[in-house]
């Protein structure tokens, strides 16, 4: 199976033409008619190698998005993966740290750094050993990128 790494590569939705509000009962629907268009045992005799190839390419992405976003732990990771990425391109980093620099509070169960306004950034374990992630302050509007390790 890919790793959510590879996902970002890919927009989930845009190639079901989906949004992410959108209900499971809708990606569905848009699923289906898109699978039927590219299914290869549907395509119109006449069509050229290359057409015939991209609309394999397409209808092997339209199936890996459903997998991904019919169920309900992927379709999470994704969504917040993707928030991230979102975050990155928008918004500067103030910094770039490891794993390493955070604090682990046991009490919270989650690592911490502090921020120069005083608040401070909070990165729960499971993200940690995930890929790396952009977090929020949680007072003020800076963000920090946090690498799993140097």
Same mark, same amino acid.
């Not at 050229?48 to 199936?63: G, N, T």
């Not at 999470?76 to 928030?83: A, M, N, S």
């Given at each position: 199976?890919? &790793?959510?790494?590879?996902?970002?590569?890919?927009?989930?939705?845009?190639?079901?033409?989906?949004? !992410?509000?959108?209900?499971?009962?809708?990606?569905?629907?848009?699923?289906?008619?898109?699978?039927?268009?590219?299914? !290869?045992?549907?395509?119109?005799p006449g069509l050229?190698?290359?057409e015939a190839d991209?609309?394999?390419?397409?209808?092997?992405?339209?199936?890996?998005?459903?997998?991904?976003?019919?169920?309900?732990? &992927?379709?999470?990771?994704?969504?917040?993966?993707?928030?991230?990425?979102?975050?990155?391109?928008?918004? !500067?980093?103030?910094?770039?740290?490891?794993?390493?620099?955070?604090?682990?509070?046991?009490?919270?169960?989650?690592?911490?750094?502090?921020?120069?306004?005083?608040?401070?950034?909070?990165?729960?374990?499971?993200?940690?050993?995930?890929?790396? &992630?952009?977090v929020c302050c949680?007072?003020? &509007?800076?963000?920090?990128?946090?690498?799993?390790?140097?």
């Amino acid at each position: 199976m890919r &790793s959510m790494a590879n996902d970002l590569q890919k927009n989930w939705y845009s190639i079901l033409g989906a949004a !992410p509000t959108d209900e499971l009962q809708e990606l569905k629907q848009k699923y289906q008619r898109l699978v039927l268009m590219f299914h !290869p045992d549907k395509q119109k005799p006449g069509l050229s190698e290359e057409e015939a190839d991209l609309h394999l390419q397409r209808f092997i992405d339209v199936d890996q998005a459903w997998k991904v976003l019919s169920n309900e732990e &992927s379709r999470r990771k994704f969504d917040l993966q993707l928030r991230a990425h979102e975050l990155k391109q928008r918004w !500067p980093v103030d910094a770039c740290v490891t794993v390493e620099d955070m604090n682990w509070d046991s009490g919270n169960e989650c690592y911490s750094y502090s921020c120069r306004c005083g608040g401070e950034f909070h990165l729960e374990k499971e993200e940690a050993e995930e890929e790396d &992630s952009v977090v929020c302050c949680d007072t003020c &509007s800076l963000s920090i990128e946090v690498k799993r390790s140097t």
